[in-house]
């Protein structure tokens, strides 16, 4: 695969800005997508935040395979990482995170402290890849509808400022990538959860990245979904053009619109219980 070069201006803009504010910056929330906590981790970070103490959030852990994502909790924690793996649709509980914002400021007010300086509250900027759930992240702390929330890559395009509590201000930003994706697995996974526009690489290599990812690692998945345990790209194209109907005139399957099908049904969270960064394979 060649490199993958989606940079649109406004991530270059997002850097500069993440740079200028930094200094008035307590922690910072690196959002990550629990199905692919690898992929979608920036890859530069730690030279925007520099240190900046950290809290790994990894969201969609409805659509994650919890067993492999557990992999990379204790990988990064072993890192040492402060980890937190939420759902954010159905069953929110947001206890973790805010006793993990606790005791990172425990420790920064106490150096204030030490200064002679009165503690204050948590100011929090939230990071992360675009589509890797920030939006919807923000709304639950929030309590309220704070920003535009949507599965398509780049809806939030500026910096803002979000009240809480009275322990915590968020500092919303865009989604930001690097210049270049060059390992071919990253590019791969960014394009088939949608952190990055689909029309960047063609719907085909995507579908078939997709589709080879799941007979290789979820086959229950594939014979539930669609009804088949056939594991031949094409056959299996074939069977699922037929089923969904996926036809042009004279009965023929539009193999584009098995593409876009398989595509939608991990975009849209039908097909969930995946993890597509593999620890073993790190």
């Known amino acids: 695969m060649e490199k993958i070069n989606w940079y649109p201006g406004h991530m270059a803009k997002t850097r500069r800005l993440i740079q200028e504010k930094i200094s008035v910056i307590d922690i910072i929330f690196e959002v990550v997508d629990a199905r692919i906590p690898f992929s979608s981790k920036i890859i530069d970070i730690d030279t925007l935040t520099k240190d900046k103490p950290?809290?790994?959030?990894?969201?969609?852990?409805?659509?994650?395979?919890?067993?492999?994502?557990?992999?990379?909790?204790?990988?990064?924690e072993e890192k040492?990482?402060?980890?937190?793996?939420?759902?954010?649709?159905?069953?929110?509980?947001?206890?973790?995170l805010y006793q993990k914002v606790k005791e990172v400021m425990a420790i920064l007010n106490e150096k204030r402290k030490a200064k002679g300086l009165m503690p204050r509250k948590a100011r929090v900027l939230v990071m992360g890849i675009p589509n890797v759930g920030k939006s919807t992240l923000i709304n639950?702390?929030?309590?309220?509808?704070?920003t535009k929330v949507g599965n398509t890559?780049?809806?939030?395009?500026?910096?803002?400022?979000?009240?809480?509590?009275?322990?915590?201000?968020?500092?919303?930003?865009p989604g930001i990538l690097w210049p270049n994706i060059e390992d071919e697995k990253v590019g791969y996974n960014l394009a088939s959860l949608t952190a990055i526009k689909e029309e960047i690489l063609p719907l085909e290599r995507i579908s078939n990245y997709i589709?080879?990812?799941?007979?290789?690692?979820y086959p229950n998945i594939v014979?539930?979904?669609?009804?088949?345990?056939?594991?031949?790209?094409?056959k299996l194209y074939l069977?699922?053009?037929?089923?969904?109907?996926?036809?042009?005139?004279?009965?023929?399957?539009?193999?584009e619109k098995v593409h876009n099908v398989i595509i939608s049904d991990v975009k849209n969270g039908i097909i969930k219980n995946i993890t597509f960064d593999r620890y073993e394979n790190e």
């Open 80 to 96: 040492g990482y402060n980890v937190v793996l939420l759902d954010l649709e159905k069953n929110v509980n947001l206890k973790p």
């Open 140 to 146: 639950r702390l929030a309590g309220k509808k704070a």
């Open 54 to 76: 950290k809290i790994l959030v990894m969201t969609k852990k409805d659509l994650c395979d919890i067993s492999e994502t557990e992999k990379w909790i204790k990988y990064y």
């Open 211 to 217: 589709m080879e990812m799941l007979i290789k690692y």
């Open 223 to 234: 014979e539930e979904r669609y009804k088949t345990n056939e594991t031949d790209i094409e």
């Open 153 to 173: 890559p780049g809806l939030t395009k500026s910096l803002d400022w979000i009240r809480i509590n009275n322990d915590i201000e968020l500092l919303d930003s």
């Open 239 to 255: 069977h699922i053009g037929k089923i969904r109907g996926c036809l042009v005139k004279g009965g023929e399957v539009d193999i």
